[in-house]
C-alpha cells in the first residue's frame, strides 16, 4: 500500500514543478518520504538532463541589464529547444536571474559563473539550471555571457531574441541626455547588425580580403581591367569605405538621421551635453545565431507512421 496521498502528489507536484506521473512515481521509489523523492527527482532529472544535452537548443532568450548608476552592464544568452519554452515566464525569470548574477559576480568564464550563487541565492547558477531543466524536460544550455563597465546602455528587443549592451566614457557621467543617446546606438547596432565599432577594430586579414574581392570584380569589368594594377589597388583601398559603412558602428549612417553617421550624431549629442561622449565598445547577443536549427518534416513524419 502506498505510504502517500494524493494530495502529497500534488504537493511534489507544486514545490518542483515536476509533472504528477513523475512526482507519483518518485514518491513510490521513497516509500512516501517527501525529502527522499525531490532527490529522487532531481537526480533522475540529472540524468535526462544528460540525454539531452546533444539535443538542438537554437531558441531561447537574450537578457541585457545594468546596475541602478549604469556603470556596469551585463548580457546573457540562454538556449532553449524551442520557443515555447523560451516565452516561458519562469524561463525568462531564470535569464533575468542569470544576468544579474553576472553583473553582481563578475564570474571570468562560464565555469565560473556556473559555480557562482545565483542572484542572490543559496543555489548555484548550476543548480538553479537544474530545477529549470525539472520543470521544462529540455535541453537547456547557457551559451554565452558578457559584461562591461564605464556609461552602459542596454537594449532587448521586444521578443527577447536579441539584445545590445554598449559602454563610453564621458566626464557628465549617466545622465539622461547621454542615456538617451547611448540608447539610440544600441538601437543602431541591434537593427544595423554592425560587426566592429570602428574601422580600426577590422583584422588586417579581412582588409586584405575585402581588397581582393574588389580587385577580383575590377578584373571581370573590361572598363576597369584595362587600368594599371596600381591603379586598381587604389580603387579598392577607396571602396574599403563601403564596407565600413557596412559594418562598422561608429562608421555606419545614422538610421534616425538625416544622413549624419553614428559617429557624427554622438558629437552632436555631447555637444548639447556640453562633455565629450566616447563609446567604447559595444556587445550584441543574436539568439541562436550560428546553432543549426532543427529542421522537423512533420509531413514525412505522418507519413512514415501511415505505413
Known amino acids: 500500500m502506498a505510504n502517500f496521498t494524493a494530495k502529497d502528489v500534488n504537493d ?6 515536476v509533472g504528477l506521473m513523475d512526482c507519483k512515481k518518485a514518491l513510490t521509489e521513497a516509500d512516501g518520504d517527501v525529502e527522499k523523492a525531490i532527490v529522487i527527482l532531481r537526480e533522475k532529472g540529472l540524468a535526462n ?9 537554437a531558441e531561447g532568450a537574450v537578457i541585457a541589464v545594468t546596475n541602478a548608476d549604469h556603470t556596469a552592464g551585463a548580457i546573457v544568452e540562454v538556449n532553449s529547444e524551442t520557443d515555447f519554452v523560451a516565452q516561458n515566464e519562469e524561463f525568462v525569470g531564470f535569464c533575468e536571474g542569470l544576468a544579474q548574477t553576472v553583473l553582481t559576480e563578475n564570474p571570468a568564464d562560464l565555469d565560473a559563473l556556473k559555480a557562482a550563487k545565483f542572484n542572490g541565492t543559496a543555489a548555484t547558477v548550476e543548480e538553479a539550471l537544474q530545477e529549470i531543466f525539472l520543470k521544462f524536460r529540455e535541453n537547456l544550455q547557457i551559451r554565452r555571457f558578457a559584461r562591461v563597465e564605464g556609461i552602459v546602455k542596454e537594449y532587448v528587443h521586444f521578443n527577447k531574441k536579441e539584445g545590445v549592451l554598449v559602454a563610453a566614457a564621458c566626464e557628465a557621467g549617466a545622465t539622461d541626455a547621454v542615456l538617451e543617446c547611448l540608447n539610440d546606438v544600441a538601437l543602431q547596432a541591434d537593427a544595423m547588425k554592425a560587426t ?8 588586417a586579414a579581412t582588409i586584405e580580403q575585402e581588397k581582393q574581392i574588389v580587385m577580383a570584380q575590377m578584373a571581370d569589368d573590361p572598363k576597369m581591367a584595362s587600368k594599371p ?13 563601403v564596407y565600413y559603412k557596412d559594418n562598422c558602428l561608429l562608421c555606419q549612417e545614422f ?8 559617429e557624427q550624431y554622438v558629437n552632436a549629442c555631447a555637444k548639447k551635453v556640453g562633455s565629450p561622449i ?5 556587445v550584441r ?10 529542421v522537423d518534416d512533420f509531413a514525412g513524419e505522418i507519413a512514415s507512421m501511415l505505413k
Open 196 to 203: 566592429y565599432l570602428t574601422k580600426d577594430e577590422v583584422p
Open 285 to 294: 547577443f543574436i539568439c541562436g545565431e550560428g546553432i543549426e536549427k532543427r
Open 12 to 17: 511534489l507536484r507544486k514545490s518542483t514543478g
Open 255 to 262: 538610421v534616425r538621421g538625416e544622413g549624419e553617421s553614428v
Open 278 to 282: 566616447t563609446v567604447k565598445s559595444f
Open 229 to 241: 594594377e596600381q591603379v586598381r589597388a587604389k580603387i579598392a583601398e577607396g571602396k574599403l569605405g
Open 49 to 57: 538532463q544528460a540525454k539531452k544535452a546533444d539535443r538542438i537548443a
